[in-house]
T-cell receptor
């Protein structure tokens, strides 16, 4: 039973560039949420995708965008990268939009130079 | 708004000591409550959950009870091991329209042999 998988594991970019991160949900899950975890902090909610639509969004600028594909996998795109975007980006999957637990991948470590 | 407050770390214990990590929350209604654990360089793993008042979640010797009257969800373990060294996050979740996890800042646990 494959868990949540994310790629790449590490990424180094420079300011102003654009980046795409990818996530495959746990088998049987149809909802994908993205979180940003700064060093020494708890994860912060970016947005959530269900039925290929963005259902809700946290307090992040429009530079952060996403997509969900028919196979439930998802991408997170960040444009015009800033130094402050350096963080661990976590993808979590769950079944539907109930209060069931979200299961996390190991994350993508993004470093901005 | 909804929030989670955890005791600050690091918490340093000797092997076989008793562990308590305090967690309190502010929320309207009745969220589900979770403890997640993060080992170095990894994503978050679900440790335990409770979905309603007086529920006790348990896993791998860890326990936490959902206390509505004190809005708390303290994590306990009777005898910690070196392998329990990690960062522990308390989180709350509502289902439905606001299906996102809200995390505390995390508590680093260091267990010494």
């Amino acid at each position: 039973d494959a868990g949540v998988t994310q790629s790449p594991t590490h990424l180094i970019k420079t300011r102003g560039q654009q980046v795409t991160l990818r996530c495959s949900p746990k088998s049987g899950h149809d909802t994908v949420s993205w979180y940003q975890q700064a060093l020494g902090q708890g994860p912060q909610f970016i947005f959530q995708y269900y039925e290929e639509e963005e259902r809700q969004r946290g307090n992040f600028p429009d530079r952060f965008s996403g997509h969900q594909f028919p196979n439930y996998s998802s991408e997170l795109n960040v444009n015009a990268l800033l130094l402050g975007d350096s963080a661990l980006y976590l993808c979590a999957s769950s079944l539907g939009v109930s209060n069931q637990p979200q299961h996390f991948g190991d994350g993508t470590r993004l470093s901005i130079l | 708004g909804n929030s989670v407050t955890q005791m600050e770390g690091p918490v340093t214990l000797s092997e076989e000591a008793f562990l308590t990590i305090n967690c309190t929350y502010t929320a309207t209604g009745y969220p589900s409550l979770f403890w997640y654990v993060q080992y170095p360089g990894e994503g978050l793993q679900l440790l335990l959950k409770a979905t309603k008042a007086d529920d006790k979640g348990s896993n791998k010797g860890f326990e936490a009870t959902y206390r509505k009257e004190t809005t708390s969800f303290h994590l306990e373990k009777g005898s910690v091991q070196v392998s329990d060294s990690a960062v522990y996050f308390c989180a709350l979740l509502y289902g439905g329209a606001t299906n996102k996890l809200i995390f505390g800042t995390g508590t680093l646990l260091a267990v010494q042999p």
